[in-house]
């Protein structure tokens, strides 16, 4: 399941984009997975904005009989105002996620 979510304010606006994954278990359906996919975020008064956007993939091997992921994440500011502004800048992360007993954790919560 794909969550978007907008705001509108004054200021500025954003969104955030979340994606969950459900695991069928008998009669239920727990969550397994979680993780922001995109966001944006305009500042108005400085004209800055700064927004992502992310690739989730499955890897080969498996672990506890589940596959590993890797989420990777381009993030990305540009500035409308370049005199005042900030410079334009790119960078990119990766965060790998692993089968922990019930569900997909980040590397870093293992």
Known sequence: MRLVCFRSFPAGEWSKTRRFLFARREATLPQVFDARVAY???????GNETSSSAMLSVEKGLEEGHHRSSLRTTIKTVSIERE??????????????????????????R
């Open 40 to 46: 944006s975020n305009f500042d108005r008064p400085t």
């Open 84 to 109: 005042e502004g900030i410079a334009p800048g790119e960078k990119t992360e990766q965060t790998l996620f692993f089968w922990c007993r019930e569900r997909y954790v980040p590397t870093e919560a």
